[in-house]
């Protein structure tokens, strides 16, 4: 009563304000492309062909997209109870690191039937260490969980440089990596996996992982909607002083909920580490983490939403790429700042067109009120 | 029902006609006309969302009619913002007043409205303006006072010569009484009168009736977004004005009968409570609660009751003393937690709806089962049972009349009172032991109020121990056997409620004997 607003339909929510601010983007990206002298359209075709157009392209998005399903269910698990986890990259960083010790570790004794799962559940366990101290900072000491989960990233940052440059760097080598992993330490490639299958496809990145990634979602769905676990979860998201009066401890949903979403940004590290470059590097997280954050915000927290925001991510890396090859003028850094405008207006100014819209609805709602009024 | 009678002799100071304003789909007022005659008292009742604040609204510019004129004595006025409405000498005092805490009572009278750029030349001048207000208006007020240090009622006083003290002519109040004692509340309406002795019109909003026939003139009865009758004060009854308002005719007495006590179900001994600021919330309290009996608490709010209610229900752990519950036993060492709380037996309505007893973005199905949704009754293995969730809430909808019997509905997208119906018929529905219920109709429309009492009137009879707290004394005196008295932490009275009148508790919510000598020096 004391707003004029309405709320909006939920298609509109869910579908048209993401349609609304990508157009945007597209837009002043646009501008952007047609001040430095290219023609926009020739250059979205060449983006989108690049993501989509071959089965190598694809490859490449789906490979993109599954670093940021994880990261993007990382960052909406910890939103659905109120906390904003900036340290996906992190995590997600750490987490790799976990596969990359079981794999050094068993490369040589284990199959790879063992090590998946060994790998699986170290790159999980190392996220959520990750995850574990700015947790119990923000649930039992009050310190906030934004500024804690910035400064573990660059913990991890700098931790990684010191253990790839003292540790686990190959004697004798110049550059910071790994050994490389047996075969046995190797997530199949899809190529590999349709190939067995008799469906030909060009070569990509895109592995195993991406499956593991769709389990994971809809594991992520049943957990927050379909549990006591989920229940309590939003609960403290919504009213922690409600969530405080039904017995649920905060603290604890705050532990736990840490705990999962750093575990699900570590898969990351997966699908890197043990799917793509089979050792340990400096960066193979590479900004996945920070664009969860996009994802998430995009995909509305829900793992449809971030199913399909993350390959949309995906061809924006994948094409992007494409376009830095395909027209010289734009170069890399050009690419970014597409990047850059996608994330920022369906991002950070996710809601800003809600109130117009708003506004609009609530003016066709009051048109359709006073006409059937009259009638 | 539009003809209203006054004597064409008499001015009006608002008269406003056909005044519409939609918010979207939803129409808050439709087509309104109210004349209010200068200097007399006007009241206007309605329940919870019949549209009365958002008339006042517009009257004082927080919005904008859609349709319709403002004529402020006899002259057609635009009111585009609240500078318009206290130009045309409108003043308003706010249910939630809005002063500065840490500012003194003559910096808020001023603020905003300094007569230039340095502060002493305004100081000097709102003082002698003010002093002059509160001569003859009769508002004493301590001007060097800082707000924080001064009670409830003096700080509504200084709202109201904050709104004289900008020129007004026209005051409306909004739920003046809600934080008031009855005490309070009679000194206010004094005042009232004679401000309209000195030709201000008054317009106040409230859902006590029993104020509305006390203190006004005339009465306009809102409902659903109409004006549905303009009376004369003496004309009128509190029956035939509740049942203008809710539509229909409504039964205001109870089925009660007197309880039959029976063992001891909440026993507190020397209870108390030091907050984590070191301030004393509790102190040394001592009751006892019996099956089949209702122990009310009173009290101005902030005196402790919510404490002892948190404290009771296991959100939080007391520092003192010894409380058993149901066969449970709660000391500072052994503590104790709401889900175990809960699992002796022990149902808790809370104050606060929205903040604890449901959880607005929920549906009404999630909603019902807060504090039960561990249960298996609503569990397997892993995953919920959705649909014994929704049929357990549509049991309680049908139970408790709650409307709409939507189980996929938005909790949020109900009415207060139906809000408050499901949450009663969750705690109620398990057939408690121990029932503790804080602010039962808080904000609850009339209809509803009386089944509310009903219910709970019941559940005593059923055997339950039920330990009320209301801000409300009538609610208090129709409904609790016995009447425990609140003041800063302590039991300061205990009275049986076919003793109990509004006098008496005010006196004791004031804790009267220190007060009253305060106030001597005051006056």
């Known amino acids: 009563m004391s707003s004029t607003k309405q709320p909006l339909p939920a298609w509109a929510d869910i579908l048209l304000i993401p349609l609304i601010n990508l157009c945007i983007a597209f837009a002043v990206s646009s501008m952007i492309i047609y001040l430095i002298g290219e023609n926009p359209l020739e250059a979205f075709k060449v983006m989108i062909e690049g993501a989509f157009g071959t089965s190598e392209g694809l490859g490449y998005t789906l490979y993109y997209a599954t670093n940021f399903i994880f990261t993007g269910l990382a960052v909406a698990i910890a939103f659905h109870a109120m906390l904003f986890n900036i340290g996906g990259e992190g995590q997600a960083y750490i987490g790799g690191l976990g596969v990359a010790i079981v794999l050094l570790a068993l490369d040589q004794t284990l199959p790879f039937w063992a090590l998946f799962p060994l790998a699986l559940i170290a790159g999980m366990l190392f996220g959520a260490a990750w995850a574990a101290i700015p947790a119990y900072l923000q649930a039992y000491r009050g310190s906030h969980i934004v500024i804690t989960t910035i400064m573990f990233n660059f913990i991890a940052a700098n931790l990684m440089v010191y253990l790839l440059v003292n540790i686990f760097i190959v004697p004798g080598s110049m550059t910071p990596e790994s050994r490389v992993f047996s075969e046995a330490a190797q997530l199949p490639f899809m190529h590999e996996i349709l190939g067995w299958l008799g469906i030909t496809i060009s070569e990509s990145p895109l592995n195993l992982s991406f499956i593991v990634a769709i389990v994971v979602s809809i594991l992520f769905w049943i957990y927050v909607w379909h549990t006591r676990w989920g229940y309590a979860l939003r609960a403290v998201g919504f009213s922690e002083s409600a969530a405080t009066y039904a017995g649920i401890d905060p603290k604890k949903i705050i532990m736990v909920t840490m705990l999962i979403s750093g575990g699900l940004a570590g898969l990351a590290g997966l699908n890197e580490v043990m799917g793509v470059q089979h050792k340990l590097m400096l960066d193979f997280v590479a900004g996945y983490g920070f664009t969860g954050i996009a994802v998430a915000l995009m995909g509305r927290n829900h793992p449809v939403g971030i199913i399909l925001s993350s390959i949309l991510f995906g061809a924006l890396f994948q094409g992007g790429a494409e376009l830095a090859f395909e027209m010289p003028s734009i170069s890399k850094e050009m690419v970014f700042v597409i990047q850059g405008l996608i994330i920022l207006f369906s991002g950070a100014l996710a809601y800003m067109s809600k109130p117009w819209l708003e506004k609009l609805f609530s003016l066709f709602a009051s048109k359709k009120h006073s006409e059937t009024e009259v009638d | 029902m539009r003809m209203q009678d006054h004597s064409p002799s008499i001015p009006l100071a608002i008269d406003l006609r056909g005044i519409s304003k939609s918010f979207g789909a939803v129409q808050a007022n439709k087509d309104i006309d109210l004349r209010v005659p200068a200097g007399t008292i006007h009241g206007i009742v309605g329940e919870n969302g019949a549209g009365k604040s958002t008339l006042m609204s517009i009257l004082y510019g927080f919005y904008e009619a859609d349709s319709g004129e403002i004529y402020i004595n006899g002259k057609l006025t635009q009111i585009r913002n609240s500078t318009d409405a206290i130009a045309a000498g409108i003043g308003m005092v706010h249910q939630h007043f809005m002063l500065v805490e840490n500012f003194t009572v003559l910096e808020n009278i001023m603020l905003g409205a300094e007569s230039g750029a340095l502060l002493s030349g305004s100081i000097a001048d709102a003082s002698t303006e003010v002093m002059r207000l509160e001569e003859a208006f009769g508002l004493q007020v301590d001007l060097q006072a800082r707000i924080d240090e001064i009670p409830v009622g003096q700080q509504q006083r200084v709202e109201t010569i904050k709104a004289l003290y900008r020129g007004a002519r026209i005051l409306i109040l909004d739920e003046p009484t809600g934080v008031l004692t009855p005490q309070e509340a009679d000194q206010l309406f004094e005042i009232l009168r004679s401000l309209r002795e000195q030709g201000v019109t008054v317009i106040i909003i409230t859902h006590k009736l029993r104020e509305i026939m006390d203190l006004t003139d005339n009465v306009s009865v809102m409902r659903q977004g109409q004006m549905v009758a303009h009376v004369k004060t003496s004309d009128t009854s509190k029956e035939a004005l509740a049942e203008l308002m809710v539509g229909r005719k409504i039964r205001m007495d109870l089925d009660k009968t007197p309880a039959i006590p029976k063992e001891t179900r909440i026993e507190i001994k020397d209870l108390g409570l030091v907050d984590a600021q070191k301030i004393r919330r509790l102190d040394a309290l001592s009751f006892e609660v019996h099956a089949g009996e209702i122990v009310g608490i009173a009290g101005v709010s902030g005196n402790g009751q919510s404490e002892l209610l948190e404290i009771l229900s296991g959100m939080r752990s007391c520092s003192e003393g010894e409380i058993r519950i149901n066969g449970l036993?709660?000391?500072?060492?052994?503590?104790?937690?709401?889900?175990?709380?809960?699992?002796?037996?022990?149902?808790?309505?809370?104050?606060?709806?929205?903040?604890?007893?449901?959880?607005?973005?929920?549906?009404?199905?999630?909603?019902?089962?807060?504090?039960?949704?561990?249960?298996?009754?609503?569990?397997?293995?892993?995953?919920?049972?959705?649909?014994?969730?929704?049929?357990?809430?549509?049991?309680?909808?049908?139970?408790?009349?709650?409307?709409?019997?939507?189980?996929?509905?938005?909790?949020?997208?109900?009415?207060?009172?139906?809000?408050?119906?499901?949450?009663?018929?969750?705690?109620?529905?398990?057939?408690?032991?121990?029932?503790l219920i804080g602010q039962p109709t808080r904000g609850v429309d009339i209809g509803a109020i009386a089944f509310i009492h009903q219910q709970i009137i019941s559940m005593r009879d059923q055997g339950s121990a039920v330990l009320l707290v209301s801000g409300e004394l009538d609610e208090l005196i129709s409904l609790a056997d016995r009447i425990l008295v609140m003041f800063d932490g302590r039991i300061v009275g205990e009275v049986q409620a076919e003793e109990a009148d509004e006098r008496t508790l005010g006196l004791m919510m004031a804790n009267a004997h220190s007060t009253e000598e305060k106030e001597a020096t005051h006056v």
């Open chain 2, 329 to 435: 036993t709660i000391t500072p060492q052994q503590t104790s937690d709401p889900e175990e709380i809960r699992h002796a037996g022990i149902a808790h309505v809370p104050e606060d709806r929205l903040k604890r007893g449901l959880i607005p973005r929920f549906s009404a199905s999630e909603s019902s089962i807060l504090g039960y949704h561990n249960s298996p009754d609503y569990n397997g293995t892993i995953l919920t049972k959705a649909a014994a969730i929704k049929n357990h809430c549509l049991h309680l909808m049908q139970r408790f009349d709650v409307r709409p019997a939507d189980p996929d509905l938005k909790s949020a997208n109900f009415s207060g009172g139906n809000q408050q119906k499901l949450i009663l018929a969750r705690e109620m529905d398990p057939q408690p032991k121990v029932l």
